[in-house]
């Protein structure tokens, strides 16, 4: 029980900004845990937006533009700015159109470049414009649940089936040290549990957000072999920012 805690603590220390200053010990079964429960941080996340959409719907009546900056505003709030600069580093690295070698060395460069800026300003840019574009369409707060939780297991399906893309670096550690038969389990779990909520719901789109978050996953896996021969710390925190954004374009066509 002792190290599920600390998985779950470890998760929250690693992928969100709360301030737990606190060392606790990385063994394979606590890292396998903070990474299961990645999913479960992107629930308690969309949790969070849902209650200020619902408060602004109640007292503020903010306008939808505004709405949608500060719902963007708050998720980077939430994750510290972490994954966008898994996607900053990776937008600087590709767009360099370097040889394999010199994209991963850029991919380790601290300092972000044009291509970086670029990429960032664009992301924000398209994010703002397909929330704007939900909330005047009336956005159901069930999705804004949901997708962050459906979207995080993008991460996890592309860890375990991916090779680092080289022997150093926070993906190799993790890859050598979770357990990822555990971690196939949780997925499965996950998929699970959208299928019933779909069910119990009647919300098929809950069905096409997964299957679409599938398709995302093997174009992405296939992207990162290709052009960085795996994966690696940059490349999973892109993965965070970019399925979410892709599941709420799914949803602006579905809806």
Do not use: C
Request: aromatic share 14%.
């Amino acid at each position: 029980m002792k190290q599920i805690i600390t998985g779950y603590i470890l998760a929250l220390q690693f992928f969100t900004s709360l301030p737990i200053k606190k060392s606790f010990q990385m063994t394979n079964k606590s890292a396998t845990i903070m990474y299961s429960a990645i999913p479960l941080i992107g629930l308690g996340m969309g949790g969070l937006l849902a209650g200020f959409l619902a408060l602004n719907d109640t007292y503020f009546e903010l306008s939808p533009l505004f709405t949608a900056i500060l719902l963007v505003v708050f998720h980077f709030i939430m994750t510290g700015g972490l994954h966008m600069d898994g996607v900053v580093d990776t937008g600087d690295a590709f767009f360099s159109y370097r040889d394999r070698k010199k994209r991963l060395e850029i991919l380790d460069d601290p300092r972000i470049g044009a291509f970086g800026a670029m990429t960032l300003v664009l992301f924000v840019l398209l994010k703002i414009g397909v929330l704007y574009e939900l909330l005047l369409r009336g956005l159901p707060l069930l999705f804004v649940i949901i997708i962050p939780f459906i979207a995080r297991q993008a991460v996890l399906l592309v860890f375990v089936t991916t090779n680092p893309s080289k022997e150093t670096g926070i993906a190799s550690y993790f890859k050598k040290t979770v357990n990822e038969r555990m971690l196939i389990w949780s997925t499965i779990i996950y998929f699970i549990a959208i299928v019933a909520l779909a069910f119990v719901y009647q919300q098929w789109i809950l069905l096409l957000l997964s299957a679409a978050l599938l398709v995302f996953t093997w174009v992405y896996r296939s992207w990162a072999k290709r052009n960085f021969g795996g994966i690696s710390g940059d490349l999973l925190g892109a993965i965070f920012e970019g399925a979410e954004l892709f599941l709420w374009f799914v949803l602006l066509f579905a809806l």
